[in-house]
């Protein structure tokens, strides 16, 4: 079974999901919650059978679909991909645990259920077309909760959302059968698998234009600036458990993809297209840090804030050096944390008075203690206080680019003053002050199902930030060797001197001593 581990993970949620249409409504709750809490357990199986010195795959599976054409069943996992899956499992358990009343539960959960074999195949596929059908079918779960359970405007964001993220899907498809013509043109054979293409070096000019390719399709599911649009009314009219998903999971797709594609088969393009990302990435960070000053909707703030930090792991990711992108994937893993904590936070008060405009509220501590201390403290997390989870991926993300550019990385640093200046404000809008609106008198504060969910996430965010070396070790050991494919690939003398020679600085500091 163990030798499975990753088919298992991927379609043992899929199998329930489909078993599900058989069980009674007064049941599903408990079903839901039993085969989520299986998945996180094999998830942390997973962990505890993983290899944290390793650098390479582990846990590979292969299985020929259609080997005429080089398309396999390949999957694997490594220290950038094992700790989402474990993300997207625990957040799957907490979310369907912590559901509340809403129609249609049944088809909510077995629709939480389709979404989570495809965020687990995403992360674990080794195959480009694999990994695109996992792709695109995460679109769908995610196009049915915002439809079927979202707000007024909820058919207009589905609709928006999918149109945005299957076009540059398309694209991105364009690149990875190109890719695999030109891997044929150099070795007469057909291949998908992404570990025969980290071999192949090609030319600058294709770097460029098979770069472009895949940024489209990435770019739009992170989502970079201009390309963000979509995702405020996502969030706006998706329900909390939607947020919830795709704020920790679904985003960090468009990241992962980057660090799994786009810098170990094109390191002189992403040289070349370093600076100009870049400059996206600022924009994202300090701009919609400051559209989400302007929000009064406290969801709107939340959500502006998810694309800020987005903005800070693609700086981290293109510092194309292992401090950065080490510390862009832990950020990943901070920020799915984070954000969904605070979604969650969200709709536990909209469950309560069905708003959530801050002029609405003012003086919440007083009435929900508890609720207002595990906001204060995923606030914080939020904008990077020391010893929180989110300060050792944004410090490791900014030393990172430091190294390419200190001028650049300043100007993004700004972003963490916006980012305390706008949290600090909703903050206070919301919880101090008098209780002035009378229906906020008497709310009831967190219940045991919230705090179910919310604890956990608390302890993750101050553990994390205490003592990342349980995660950050071997997402390190497996930055290093893409680190090191890249400058062994790099043709460009200027490619060659951004990306560094670890094996070269290793010799010169044993030299040393």
């Known amino acids: 079974m ?23 409504r007064d049941s599903i709750r408990s079903y839901g919650v039993a085969v989520a809490t299986i998945e996180f357990a094999l998830s942390l199986l997973l962990w505890f059978m993983f290899d944290a010195n390793a650098s390479g795959m582990q846990f590979m599976e292969t299985l020929p679909l259609v080997p005429v054409f080089g398309i396999n069943y390949i999957l694997g996992v490594d220290g950038i991909s094992v700790f989402i899956i474990i993300l997207s499992t625990f957040f799957t358990l907490i979310g369907i645990a912590s559901l509340g009343e ?25 195959d480009a077309i694999v990994f695109y059908v996992f792709w695109e079918l995460s679109l769908v779960p995610m196009l049915y909760i ?28 364009v ?25 192949l070096v090609l030319p600058e000019n294709l770097q ?21 649009t979509w995702l405020p009314y996502a969030h706006g009219q998706a ?91 832990f950020l990943m893993l901070g920020h799915g944390v984070v954000a969904g904590a605070l979604f969650f936070l969200v709709g536990v008060i909209y469950d309560r008075r069905h708003t959530k405009m801050m002029s609405e509220f003012g003086g919440l501590a007083t009435v929900m203690p508890r609720y207002a201390t595990v906001f204060g403290i995923m606030m914080m997390a939020s904008v990077g206080l020391p010893l929180t989870i989110n300060f050792v991926g944004e410090f490791l993300s900014f030393l990172g680019f430091y190294k390419q550019s200190h001028i650049l990385t300043l100007l993004a640093g700004t972003g963490i003053i916006v980012g305390a200046i706008y949290m600090l404000a909703a903050y206070k809008k919301a919880f101090f002050g008098e209780v002035t609106n009378e229906a906020n008198k008497n709310l009831p ?29 071997p997402i390190n050991n497996s930055v290093e060797a ?23 600085d290793k010799n010169s500091q044993e030299g040393a001593h």
Not at 147 to 171: C, D
Not at 177 to 199: E, H, K, N, P, V
Not at 281 to 287: H, L, P
Not at 454 to 467: E, Q
């Open 239 to 329: 329900p909390t458990i939607g947020s919830v998903m795709l704020a920790a999971i679904l985003l960090k797709m468009g990241t992962y993809a980057f660090v799994r594609f786009s810098l170990p088969l094109f390191p002189d393009a992403s040289v070349f297209y370093m600076m100009p990302i870049a400059v996206l990435a600022i924009i994202m960070i300090i701009y919609t840090g400051m559209v989400a000053y302007a929000q009064k909707d406290i969801k709107q703030v939340v959500a502006y804030s998810s694309v800020s930090h987005m903005g800070v792991i693609i700086l981290g990711t293109f510092a194309l050096n292992v401090e950065g992108i080490s510390g862009s994937i």
């Open 2 to 24: 163990l030798d499975n581990i990753l088919s298992i993970l991927i379609f043992f949620p899929a199998l329930a999901a489909v078993l599900g249409f058989a069980i009674q």
């Open 175 to 199: 690149g990875m059968l190109f890719m695999a013509y030109f891997y044929y043109q150099a070795s007469g054979i057909w291949t998908f698998a992404i570990l025969d293409w980290y071999r």
């Open 102 to 126: 809403i129609k249609k539960v049944k088809y909510m959960i077995i629709t939480l259920l389709f979404l989570q074999m495809t965020m687990t195949g995403v992360f674990a596929a080794l």
């Open 445 to 473: 504060d967190l219940n045991k199902k919230e705090l179910f969910a919310l604890i956990p996430l608390v302890i993750i965010s101050i553990w994390l930030g205490v003592y990342p070396k349980p995660v950050l070790e």
């Open 146 to 173: 915002i439809g079927a359970w979202g707000g007024p405007l909820r058919i207009y964001a589905s609709i928006k959302f999918f149109l945005y993220t299957f076009t540059g899907s398309l694209v991105m498809l």
């Open 208 to 228: 460029l234009w098979l770069f472009a390719a895949f940024f489209v399709g990435f770019a739009i599911k992170v989502p970079m600036f201009p390309f963000h």
């Open 482 to 504: 893409i680190v090191q494919l890249m400058h062994d690939k790099a043709i460009t003398p200027e490619a060659k001197s951004r990306i560094p020679n670890l094996i070269n």
